[in-house]
T-cell receptor, first 119, second 109 residues
Framework: GAVVSQHPSRVICKSGTSVKIECRSL??????MFWYRQFPKQSLMLMAT?????????EQGVEKDKFLINHASLTLSTLTVTSAHPEDSSFYIC???????????????FGPGTRLLVL | AQRVTQPEKLLSVFKGAPVELKCNYS??????LFWYVQYSRQRLQLLLR??SRESIKGFTADLNKGETSFHLKKPFAQEEDSAMYYC???????????FGAGTTVTVRA
């Protein structure tokens, strides 16, 4: 089955530093990946759509200069939280769409998530 | 803009009892509706989708366009059904998913 990995699984950093989170589709190609943010006991909020070879599309209210997204290949998207602050602490989840399966949203496969703690 | 509402944050049932998780949505077009499940310490995974009209792990969900609902049901809950359940909507012309707040289901022995 389709597998999506994220690295790291958890990261602790100091306020003001930048953190990069990787999302990889292990056995399929993904022209589209999605980045979500999940606060404790709350739902997933879509942050942005990552498109291979082009600029990411950000949801309303998400700062694109704060959350840099790069989708350089068909199997890798990265999310960089720049100048992280404690309020950026959260659980970040990516999903990847298996383009060969076509269809719609059901072809999204989710990564295990990355827990970020900014001190 | 679309919106998904799951009114119950917590749901506790006894093993063998029926369970129903409510989901209501608002969207002007023809959306696709999904139920996702997240078991403890595992990633989010698709449980079922309305277009396939299938039963997965004994769960079914019927899309009621008149009531804009997509409630998830299972006649006899099992302990392994304890998990977090999310209702999600995808617009008719997009791959994006909008999630409800989620319902934590606990099935007691």
């Amino acid at each position: 089955g389709a597998v999506v990995s994220q690295h790291p699984s958890r990261v602790i950093c100091k306020s003001g530093t930048s953190v990069k989170i990787e999302c990889r589709s292990l056995d399929f190609q993904a022209t589209t990946m999605f980045w979500y943010r999940q606060f404790p006991k709350q739902s997933l909020m879509l942050m942005a759509t990552s498109n291979e070879g082009s600029k990411a599309t950000y949801e309303q209210g998400v700062e694109k200069d704060k959350f840099l997204i790069n989708h350089a290949s068909l199997t890798l998207s990265t999310l960089t939280v720049t100048s992280a602050h404690p309020e950026d602490s959260s659980f970040y989840i990516c999903s990847a769409r298996d383009q060969k399966r076509g269809g719609r949203a059901e072809t999204q496969y989710f990564g295990p998530g990355t827990r970020l703690l900014v001190l | 803009a679309q919106r998904v509402t799951q009114p119950e944050k917590l749901l506790s049932v006894f093993k063998g009892a029926p369970v129903e998780l409510k989901c209501n949505y608002s969207y002007s077009g023809s959306p696709e509706l999904f139920w996702y499940v997240q078991y403890s310490r595992q990633r989010l995974q698709l449980l079922l989708r309305h277009i396939s009209r299938e039963s997965i792990k004994g769960f079914t969900a019927d899309l009621n366009k008149g009531e804009t609902s997509f409630h998830l049901k299972k006649p006899f809950a099992q302990e392994e059904d304890s998990a977090m359940y999310y209702c999600a909507l995808s617009p008719s012309d997009d791959y994006k998913l909008s999630f409800g707040a989620g319902t934590t289901v606990t099935v007691r022995a």
